[in-house]
């Protein structure tokens, strides 16, 4: 399994429309692409020394075919839509991982 992980450091003054974009409308843009299994959105909790809040959002692929298509055919066009709603008050950057094994706590 690979995980597209994008972080986003968001400014205060467009924190709450974000959200709400991310969670109604973006996240759901993406997953409707077909290429994506799932996706997980966390809040990181450390304090960033530039202000605002960060958040990450982990997109879940079964191949790397699937996230160049994702890349090839997709991402411009959703990435447009996130900086013309939002400018300069958002900083993204993008990581792929790979999950190398999984393990859980077995409950009594």
Do not use: C
């Not at 959200?19 to 990181?44: C, E, P, R, Y």
């Not at 996130?82 to 950057?93: C, E, I, S, T």
Request: no cysteine; aromatic share 10%.
């Amino acid at each position: 399994m690979i995980i597209y992980n994008v972080t986003i450091n968001v400014d205060e003054s467009i924190h709450q429309d974000w959200l709400k974009w991310m969670q109604n409308k973006h996240i759901n843009d993406v997953l409707a692409t077909g290429l994506f299994t799932s996706a997980k959105m966390v809040k990181v909790l450390v304090e960033e020394e530039m202000g605002g809040t960060t958040y990450a959002i982990q997109y879940a692929t079964d191949s790397r075919t699937k996230l160049e298509d994702y890349y090839k055919n997709h991402a411009p066009r959703l990435r447009q839509e996130g900086l013309q709603l939002f400018a300069d008050k958002m900083l993204a950057f993008r990581t792929e991982l790979e999950v190398m094994s999984e393990h859980y706590h077995e409950s009594n």
